[in-house]
């Protein structure tokens, strides 16, 4: 089983240690992960840098214990644009770390397309993905700032880049764009059951990849206590509880 969206590292107050979070994984027979390092805002670059140079070491690590316990992970670079705006480059991120795809999460950082600036950017991070074959990971949502219409152009524009579309909570958008765009693929990461099978029904069943966004799932079912576990133990009966969420996944 491939679980092609999970995360490393601090939600809000809680850190996810990434031997708990694979061990959690390895236990309930997943033996392939995709994952990002949970990044936060930053609103200048110099913290953000070092944040980038701490993240990456530790996801060195989490590499060397993935290999220990066999296995199989794809680590994604989460773009910070403050990170780039600072000076650091693309091409020496991926000199850094072997990462296999680069995440755009429009609800977190500024990816507002009505600013040159982002957009210009926008427009480097798609032709760096073009010229050297790299996947995108967009999150997507509800809100004005992760709706995947927003971004409907550089989909367009670049139709050699596959987009993966995060979590298709919104059905209707993604129809549309799955409609329009063949380079584009999503996952079930908190998709409701209905959207999926709305997607599905609209032909793109063939499209939709397992994910289950964990352990931010943990972190939503442990919202509103005030000290809980994120144990091997805890992480991983919270694992087995989020699969039988998604029994309907490919039904």
């Known amino acids: 089983m491939h679980d092609i969206h999970t995360h490393i ?59 220990e316990i066999g296995l199989k992970v794809n680590p994604l670079y989460w773009i910070d644009p403050m990170v780039l705006f ?81 979590h298709c909570k919104n059905p209707e958008p993604i129809i549309e764009l799955f409609s329009k765009c063949e380079n584009l693929v999503g996952d079930t990461a908190f998709c409701p059951q209905d959207s999926y099978e709305a997607i599905c029904k609209a032909g793109f069943k063939d499209r939709m990849f397992f994910g289950t966004d964990f352990p931010i799932s943990h972190w939503y079912e442990h919202h509103g206590e005030k000290d809980f576990p994120t144990d091997e133990k805890s992480l991983t009966e919270s694992y087995k509880n989020t699969l039988n969420e998604y029994q309907f996944v490919n039904c």
């Open 9 to 67: 590292g601090q939600f809000h107050n809680t850190y996810y240690d990434f031997h708990d979070v694979f061990k959690a994984l390895k236990n309930n027979g997943v033996i392939e992960t995709t994952f990002a390092y949970l990044t936060p805002l930053f609103t200048d670059s110099a913290p953000a840098i070092e944040f980038y140079k701490v993240m990456t070491e530790e996801t060195k690590e989490a590499l060397s214990f993935a290999e």
């Open 86 to 166: 600072g000076g650091i480059t693309l091409e020496s991120i991926l000199n850094d770390l072997d990462y296999k795809g680069l995440v755009v999460h429009p609800f977190l950082n500024d990816w507002n397309t009505a600013d040159k600036k982002r957009a210009d950017l926008l427009t480097k991070v798609f032709e760096f993905a073009k010229e050297n074959n790299y996947e995108l990971y967009f999150h997507t949502g509800f809100s004005p700032t992760d709706n995947p219409l927003n971004f409907e152009k550089w989909f367009v524009e670049y139709p050699q880049v596959k987009v993966h579309l995060a």
